[in-house]
């Protein structure tokens, strides 16, 4: 979800060359909190290794992920705001286990004055009566059609199975018509608001869905109080009858352009394909011109389809401008990068350069990370502020230039996480939102060389300060949740500081300051095409990242993830070796807090020259305090630990020992 900025992260420190010895250790006398037994004790992981999930982070020779289909036909009314359809769902059960129920998501009930997220935030300042379910049948693996019991509990439906669905392969067909009212402006994720020239419709959550049955816990049946989702793969037919005069853009490819497209929005779409550059398909003078729909009056039904997709949303309006251009993508592949939006939104410092970002962004990530998987990506302009779904995202119609690229980028770069990473977005927030900013941060140093680097998050952090101190800010305050806890119980004054901030900072340590890019980045890589289309947990990332990096990093997920652990360095004493600075200096170092990192430690000479000393985490393995060797023939001025404020130090005063002269 939205999260239009992030401090700058610092770029990687060059750790230079230098010759360092240790010389005692000095622990004695010093006032720390530190315990080296606790910090490095043996690390127990959230989820256990076993054949669904092995040791190494990687899927489990007995791995199995269920898969559903679904066939949508939908109609919204635009006057009434109904959206009604039916739907059939085609799931296969690969789970070792016979289910004797179904699970799906009903979103929509979430906007009901009774309904559980009701009463763990404020908005919606008005309700829907949420979902009418017309009819549930079940149609088995012979074509028998007959029709089921169901239950309706909050935001979940459990459907009642005449006779259990066999494991290892066993499937069915659900069939389920519904409608619901569209919620207003106050929607949040789904809604319709209004523009100049007509209502603009931005439809999301709004078929029901499967709940995912899996290895960690059978039925996940989390209710959906805000926290986004967790959702089964599979393919989407789906197909959206509106009035003649709206515009619809949606998660796929199109497939019926010439029924719901003029000749010349044709012609221009395909010549969006091989355009680098913007191309208008529908300007802004068109809007309001009968001529630029194929018919006049009546409806017109549009259809699409998404493979390997966990859900799809659209968007629809009289009011959409609409543009396009071509993507490039790896190994020679190309896509459409498309926006549309109202008129008031149109320009140059404005939504008219939509479709730029989304193509630099989508093109960089596909690059940087793994390839971008579908042939559209959509920007859709509204009110939604910004939220993202496969293929396609609502954005802030009101946005512009750096705060419209920023959103822009972070909102495609959700088809990374979660759309092809499917982690429990319900449980675990901090691995999409987390993640997600964190590749954000290095697409904000690469677009048009650093237009809009660097990544700043004006929401909570300062305008000045390293992200370091920052985020040190952040773990000083007590009543902040863990990243390890579950997404709905982090408050909202917490969750761009953990959920995105701190999430998004681990992952720069890592690649930064404790592993390096040579390591992180293809191991980083390796994980988003292992678990590509499917559901790693959190402990898959710890396993995978350390047994590919060669790191054992059972301090950093307790410290960092598990814990709000704060960090203090300090340089206690730097003196001459055998009173002679032609011999070297001997530098003492102190660990006063409960996280460790490894750190710069910078030594200023009297001459102004400067030499850099890595100080690793194993220093901290049995001591508190350690003196070190620094190898050189001058005076030294000072010694500073982390000079560049890449850690997060609660406490500054003591990084710097000044040697009286």
Known sequence: MKNLTLPCFAACLSLLSTATLPVHAADAGTASRFDPLQTFAPYVYPQSANAYRSASGKPGPLFWQNHADYQIKAT???????????????????????????????????????????????????????????SVAVEDAHGHQQAVKWVVSDTRMQVQLPEALKGNGGSLRVHIAW???????????????????GDIF????????????????????APYLNQEFYLEYGDFDYSVTVPSDMIVVGSGELLNPTEVLTKIEQQRLEQARHSDTTVMIRTAEEVTQPSSRPKQGGTLTWHFRIQNSRDVAFGASKAYVWDAARMNLPEGR????????????????????????????????????????????????????????????????TSRGSELHALIAHEIGHSWFPMIVGSNERRDAWIDEGFNTFIDVYEADHFNHGEYAPKRDNEYAPHSGSPGDQMAKVLADAAAPPMLIGADMVPEKYRHPITYFKSAYGLVLLREQIIGPERFDPAFRRFIATWAYKHPSPSDFFRFMESETGEDLGWFWRGWYQHNWQLDLAVQNVAPVDGDWHK???????????????????????????????????TWQQHHSFTLQVDGDKPVKSATIDPAHALPDRDRSNNTFTVQQ
């Open 76 to 134: 919204l009314d635009p006057a009434s705001r109904k959206l009604s359809g039916s739907e059939v769902i085609s799931y296969t059960n690969h789970s070792p286990d016979s289910l004797d129920v179904l699970w799906l998501q009903l979103d929509q009930n979430r906007y009901r004055k009774d309904a559980r997220g009701a009463f763990t935030e404020r908005f919606p300042k008005e309700f829907t009566d949420g979902y009418t379910i017309a």
């Open 179 to 197: 409608s619901y009212t569209v919620p207003g402006e106050f929607g949040g994720r789904t809604d319709v608001n209004p523009s100049k020239n």
């Open 202 to 221: 931005e439809i999301a959550q709004w078929y029901p869905r499967m709940c995912v049955y899996d290895d960690l816990r059978g039925w996940d049946t």
């Open 334 to 397: 190309t896509a459409l990068a498309m926006s549309a939006y109202p008129v008031e939104s149109a320009g140059k410092e404005a939504w008219g350069r939509a479709t730029e970002y989304l193509k630099a962004a989508t093109e960089y990530f596909s690059k940087q990370w793994y390839p971008y998987p579908w042939p559209v990506a959509i920007n859709e302009a509204g009110t939604a502020g910004g939220m993202e779904y496969p293929a396609i995202t609502f954005d802030d119609k």
């Open 584 to 618: 070297g200096a001997q530098v003492t170092v102190a660990n006063m807090d409960q996280l460790v990192l490894p750190a710069t430690l910078e030594v200023v000479y009297s001459d102004g020259s400067r030499q850099d000393v890595r100080v690793p985490v194993e």
